[in-house]
């Protein structure tokens, strides 16, 4: 059989088991296993169903290794914030969404003790209520983390499933807000700052370092023994490893992150004010904005229409008469009972209702118009003019949001409709192989 390496590319509505086989340069990819992801409720909050996913991991890897035999090696990627607690090797559940709002009270506390400003010269983080480090601080209020000895972020402890090792990999780790511009490790005068346990903050590891191999039983269950590696674990890293150029790109999917890569963290007042962030990439940094993305669209056809696709629903919404825009970034759409009605009451009383269509092409004008905002923020503070951006991910597809994007922001779109995330996954797996 034919070598490959395999990507667990988990996003926040779906995961995917890419096969790559690497030809004369090229990686060629072949999907061999889909899962459904999402957020759940339990005890009125938020949480993902991480057993499921470790689950429906280690069932991709045995539809890869019955396929195709056994990966030269394994690298998991998925969305970054969120993480397991452990005591030992023992999970400590529930593991919360980034969507859930218990950190309300807790942003304010972090900021009485580290101010934002003072945070983000260190950090170089964009504010987001769900950022990892109030998400810790939270459960430090709550005491959820008395006698817990470890913090994995998703893909480390997909990974410590697999293989029964812990490793801290950096991309991922530079979300949590948590970790050093300037050095690239956890701050710890920021740790110390806010009481939090040092032991959690451990020294990071980079993309291409090897993990281990799969546990026996794990071995067993998928018919097959092979290692796990890291990759850029955060998705977003990935997929701007399968980015070629230096230009600006939006990594388009349930969120649509906007930016641009750096030599060197920007931490200025003007990308503070603007709420830019800082974020680790392979020998670079990512500084880049998040924007609200598809998730306005999901949560629309969710409730909306669930069993119309994608396709008729954009040409549907390009038919459209509505010139209504709300900003993609208001906080009332991160997780609203009711997209429709959040999206509805930003509009002024008395006017004429708003049809099915009428929802979608607001989702897709208000993206495109956020897309201009941040783009000329970006040109601002950069101090460079663009007059192109590549989109990458599911979000590429969708050729009306490609046109609106273009007219709006009056740049030319380099639409690359790939599974640009897995291909970066697989990039730097091969890298590693080559270079051994």
């Known amino acids: 059989m034919k070598k490959y390496y395999l990507a667990i590319d988990i996003g926040a509505s779906s995961g995917r088991h890419i096969a790559g086989f690497a030809d004369k340069g090229d990686i060629f990819t072949q999907e061999v296993y889909r899962f459904p992801n999402g957020v759940k409720e339990e005890g009125g909050h938020l949480v993902w169903d991480i057993d499921g996913i470790c689950r429906h991991v280690v069932a991709g ?41 218990r950190t309300a009270a807790a942003t304010e506390a972090v900021h009485a003790r580290v101010p934002f400003k003072e945070l983000y010269a ?12 109030y998400q810790l601080f939270d459960d430090l209020q709550k005491g959820r983390l008395d006698g817990v000895t470890d913090m994995l972020m998703i893909p480390e402890y997909i990974a410590f499933m ?20 300037q050095s690239g490790c956890f701050d710890e005068e920021v740790v110390s700052a806010l009481g939090l346990p040092k032991e959690l903050f451990p020294s990071l590891s980079m993309p291409g370092e090897t993990v281990g191999k799969l546990r026996p039983e794990i071995a067993a269950a ?28 939006i990594s388009s999917g ?17 990308s503070r004010r603007a709420n830019w962030s800082n974020e680790g990439g392979v020998g670079y940094v990512r500084y880049q904005k998040n924007i609200m993305g598809l998730w306005l669209v999901q949560s629309l056809r969710r409730e909306l229409c669930p069993d119309k696709d994608f396709g008729t629903i954009a040409a549907e919404a390009r038919a459209s008469a509505f010139d209504g825009v709300v900003d993609v970034n208001d906080n009332i759409f991160l997780a609203p009972d009711s997209m429709a009605e959040a999206i509805s009451s930003r509009f002024a009383e008395g006017g ?12 897709f004008l208000s993206l495109a118009h956020g897309y201009k905002l941040a783009l000329d923020e970006l040109s601002s503070n ?24 273009e007219e709006i922001c009056k740049v030319k779109v380099n639409a690359l409709p790939i599974e640009a995330t897995a291909i970066g996954n697989l990039k730097i797996q091969k890298e590693r192989y080559d270079n051994e």
Not at 256 to 269: P, Q
Not at 352 to 362: G, H, L, N, Q, V
Request: hydrophobic content about 35%.
């Open 382 to 405: 950069v101090g460079k003019r663009f007059d192109a951006l590549t989109i990458v991910g599911g979000g590429a597809k969708n050729a009306f949001l490609n046109q609106l994007t």
């Open 162 to 181: 697999l293989t029964g090792t812990k490793k801290r990999e950096y991309t991922n780790a530079t979300t949590t807000g948590l970790v050093n511009a």
């Open 352 to 363: 004429k209702p708003m049809s099915e269509s009428d929802f979608f092409r607001c989702a």
């Open 61 to 101: 890897i045995r539809s890869a290794v019955e396929r195709y035999g056994e990966p030269l090696s394994v690298a998991i990627d998925t969305w970054g914030v969120d993480y397991v607690l452990m005591k030992g090797d023992v999970p400590i559940y529930p593991c919360y969404a980034y969507r859930d709002d």
């Open 122 to 133: 260190r950090t170089g983080i964009q504010f987001q209520p769900f950022n990892t480090i």
């Open 254 to 270: 349930t969120w649509s992150l906007l930016g641009v890569k750096t030599e060197r963290a920007l931490t200025d007042e003007n």
């Open 222 to 249: 998928v018919g097959g023994q092979t290692e796990v590696v890291l990759c850029a674990t955060h998705d977003t890293a990935s997929a701007v490893e399968a980015i070629e150029g230096e230009g600006p790109y």
